[in-house]
């Protein structure tokens, strides 16, 4: 799974964006067999970054604000381990029945209430500090992924209730935690992605360790589709290697002002 959220100041954010999750999503499966999933991942993400801040140079060398800058999330599903790489404040959660466990950190500098900013995102410097957290699986388990417009207004209790009422159905959940948050008043863009961990293979003692895929060819992987919404766009996708999995991702479209 991938998710970017560009920043709200820079119009060709959207370029940023769709940029990080479909470059990543194309070449993290042309690495070496013989690379971790560590070393993949982090390879795939250095190289998207080093070529978006090329690009705010390029164009926007003397305003970083307006270049092309977004955050990443990346969760790869691979054995009995899920690798976990963050950067900025879109956030990974495991969902616990009514508690949220968050698994990632909020990369943000605060000045004030009314002074908040990026303290690391993609494109932002030549070179990028990559969160990266390995978490180990469990049939059963479900993993919520959302941007910042979305966690901002959210809370165990929405994300329990939407899933309870929508157990059999992902998407419908997905759908109605957008709802509540755009009811709630979020001004941003709202993208939600749910993945439930219906069953696992045997997997081995290497895969524990973050080794390489024993397969990173396309057939094991599943169906990637794209949820884009207005204002600083926020493309995200998903997508699982070798193992099946129940997905979801919510679409939220709004008037931008």
Known sequence: MALADGISSSSVSRVASESAVKGFLTDYYCTSDAWSVKTSAQRVIDATNSWLHSQTRRSHAED??????????????????????HIGDSRVYRVAGSALEQLTDDHRVVLSSQQIYLGRALGMNPQVEIDYRPIQLEEGDLFLQATDGVCEHLDAGVVADAIAANENDLDAAAKAIVAEAFRRGS???????????????????????????????????????????TGSCAPSMAAAAAMPISRSMARATRPWS
């Not at 970083?64 to 999330?73: F, S």
């Open 64 to 85: 970083a604000d307006r270049g092309y800058v977004c955050t990443l999330n990346v969760v790869v599903l691979k054995g009995r381990t899920a690798h976990i790489f």
């Open 187 to 229: 001004p941003d863009n709202l993208t939600v992605q749910l993945v439930r961990i219906d069953a696992l293979p045997e997997g081995d003692a290497g895969e524990s360790l973050g080794m390489g895929p024993t397969c990173r060819c396309r057939r094991c992987s599943s169906r990637a589709s794209c949820s884009t919404a």
